[in-house]
């Protein structure tokens, strides 16, 4: 019979969601796919807890708190890794990949960390390495980058992946609340935690970006690579300038790969001969290798003003959804449930389903979520203040004559030209909103030290990133 | 080397993007997914006219008439059909899996036609046969379904496959003008054929639906079986009312699954033993088989009015989306380019690499695009008299004192409630506007008969379903 036996690491809400399909469910599975998948074991850190009503259905001498003996057993086939976390998390994929057995993990922060060498060990061990819910839930993103577009050239891929944050903005856009209160609503509704940094301080999304840029384009891309800022600077009144200015604030990642469209980088480049001596233009500007050879990705987290009329910006409440630009697929969006037990298992059901035919089939990976035919190049991770963007800032200034004529010369003695200036409020305050044309990063950075030094300029509230055109076309 | 030969049959929109790609980004694609991918030959009709300077990067001596020796070559590994309709096609891709070679299609009428029989002799002949391209152009929806959401137990899954339509509606919507200026328009960009039957008729989305009810629910769904209406009779007062009801006019598939949550089908069933002798309560309804064995389905073409606030509402021009719900995975939509040579090219590229890889390591297919383990079992397609939502009627009557209570009457005798009316325009003519709660479509049927026959009623103008919550939760 087509059995296949399966360890699972983890029983909370992920886990507890999968094994109920897995036994109350089984039949259901078996006549679907093929595959009848029996769990052999459940590690969990108090047995006892686990045995109570709760899982009544689950035969109690299944759990175990000893993970190491369960991917130690050589009647396993597939170890799902849903514990979480670097350690041990990390050891158990380790060992499971050396005793041959394939791995399926929903891990966000141990692949951002570790994806390249798990895949790599996957690779050479001939065992499958899945994690389609490591980003996006229920979403199957993960796999349609590395099988669907496996041939496709692809310029960007960005997307609100955390659903706290945008349960939140969509809150404060909605219903006019500011971000304290929102918060505080989330909270009440279990989407939020009571230390809500990993999602409000954008690490979650981070870990995230990190592991869809790896795939996206075909790299190695760690969570420490990717430029975070979260949305707790975030204010009820840039929401509302937003809204009337025709946008939505989100919390985005964008990844996006440089071709040799961008000149502050890969253009200085091409045109020099690779053995020419390197006199770099700028001396900040730290020198990036050939884009021909290693991937020039830039992987940010960021709360940006997103125009209405993009796909992006319907996107409300808890919901994630994942933005792809590529050169012949032209735009593709994804859209689902991002969090929450029963869609997060689905999707380590579905990888677990691959695992165990493919394993049935006798077939050896020939394309795991990364490829890796070859060792994997590690990203040239581009600057930030290399990137250009439009930009929104939203500053207090005292109301008197030549104010206007004084930051603007700020902003064109630095290269930004202004798109558009708005004033609202008088008296003898009045506030500017100014969004700029695209601009480098490390410019808006000088405008912006410059404006504080201006003697009438009161304070800059908000400043914010506008989500535009792919850079790379 | 890893090295496969493919042929190509077919050279038109998506045929010569395909090319381009295999020649001009040949390089490429070995780097981006290790395998090398050779053009074995490329039939086309007349190969004097392909031999022309559009396609100078082509060795001339690849173009062929005869495109069953290009099938029967034995160097040949894949054979790519992208010629469309069901003659020769059919044959092609027949000889293609009997000498053993993988093949990807594009061809959704083939597919909707003898997509089961196809999938089975595929099955048997140990090959793939793979068809992103034929639903949805670029938007990698096939695959999802078939892999990501194994597992998963699907209740509906609908969406906007046509851009042709979808561009006309958006541009009745947002513009404001009638069908025919807008069929004209589209008519003006070639996003519509000189006779563009097949899509405002309804016939492509049909054949799409087709696809998408038998990966979906993993049974047989023929062409044949889908109920199709197009959007030839949709009226501009009708777009404008719809808008100002909080709805948006779509040309909809829609396949739904039917569990025992249909009272007038399923549940009756289910509450007779099985040998008892069958009475049917409506004579004119065929008796269904048990929904456990035979996968009840309803699979159809419509235009609905969407609620604003749904994903699907948000689809405007030319572009595709479909929208899958699940008991686990909860809501989930693609959203993307449906049609042009470049996009669905793309699509086609990633079923051909996959083939390739698999073809390379030597996999015999385990989970082909239905899974074909054993044979799919021929859908019960519910008939739609059957099936229940809520519809929209307007219809004009004379201003005179009872009218309402009649054609109130009318409604309550036939057992359909209603939701809302409204009373636009006065004089001797006034014009209602009707939104019913769920009814059962005989009973939609009946009710516009008998109104019809009211002397009060001069015409019964904008009949639309409305797209509602899915019936199988």
């Known amino acids: 019979m087509n059995k296949i036996r399966c360890a699972i690491l983890g029983c909370g809400n992920v886990g507890s969601a999968l094994v109920s399909q897995l036994i109350v469910g089984h039949d259901d599975i078996v006549k679907r796919t ?25 035969d109690g001498s299944l759990f175990t708190d000893d993970p190491f003996a369960l991917v130690n057993d050589s009647s396993v086939d597939i170890v799902v890794e849903l514990i979480g976390g670097t350690d041990p998390a990390s050891q158990l994929i380790d060992r499971a990949i050396e005793t041959g057995k394939s791995v399926v993990s929903a891990n966000k922060e141990l692949l951002a960390r570790r994806g390249s060498d798990l895949v790599s ?85 981070a870990a995230k970006a990190a592991i869809l840029a790896g795939i996206a384009y075909r790299c190695d891309v760690r969570l420490d690579d990717v430029a975070r800022e979260g949305i707790t600077r975030v204010r009820a009144e840039d929401v509302q300038y937003a809204r009337q200015l025709g946008y939505i604030i989100k919390l985005l990642v964008v990844t996006e790969l440089n071709q040799k469209s961008r000149p502050n980088v890969s253009e200085n480049q091409a045109s020099q001969a690779p053995t020419a ?77 691959d695992a165990a035919a493919k394993r049935l089939a006798g077939h050896q990976p020939y394309a795991s979520m990364v490829p890796a035919r070859e060792p994997v190049p590690r990203a040239y991770v581009i600057p930030p203040s290399e990137l250009r963007c439009a930009w929104y800032i939203n500053m207090d ?35 500017l909103i100014f969004v700029t044309h695209e601009a480098r990063e490390g410019d808006i950075d000088k405008t912006l030290e410059e404006l504080h030094g201006l003697g009438a300029v009161e304070n800059i509230g908000g400043i914010l990133r506008v989500f535009g055109e792919s850079k790379t076309r």
Chains 1, 2 share one sequence.
């Open 34 to 58: 093929g595959v009848d998948i029996e769990i052999a074991g459940i590690a969990v850190r108090d047995v006892a807890k686990h045995r109570d009503a709760k899982h009544g259905y689950i």
């Open 121 to 205: 060990a996957a690779a050479s061990a001939g065992v499958e390495l899945l994690y389609e819910a490591a980003v996006a839930g229920a979403i199957p993103v993960v796999r349609l980058l590395a099988e669907s577009l496996a041939a496709e050239q692809l310029y960007r891929v960005s997307g609100i992946v955390n659903g706290t944050t945008n349960f939140v903005l969509s809150a404060m856009s909605e219903e006019g609340v500011d971000y304290h209160e929102a918060l505080e609503e989330a909270q009440r509704l279990g989407l939020a935690e009571s230390n809500p940094s990993a999602d409000v301080d954008g690490y979650d999304a």
């Open 397 to 431: 200034v005292r109301d008197q004559p030549g104010v206007l004529a004084a930051v603007a010369h700020v902003f064109g003695d630095n290269g930004v030209s202004i798109r558009s200036m708005e004033q609202v409020g008088m008296g003898s305050e009045a506030r």
């Open 277 to 353: 001596p390197q006199v770099s233009q700028a001396p900040t500007v730290p020198q990036a290798p050939a884009a021909s050879t290693v991937p020039q990705v830039s992987v940010r987290v960021y709360p940006a003003m997103v125009p209405v009329s993009h796909p992006l910006a319907s996107v409300r409440g808890a919901h994630n959804a994942v933005f792809i630009e590529g050169e012949r697929c032209g735009e593709i969006m994804l859209y689902g449930q991002g969090a929450g037990g029963v869609p997060t298992a689905s999707a380590v059901m579905g990888d677990l389903v």
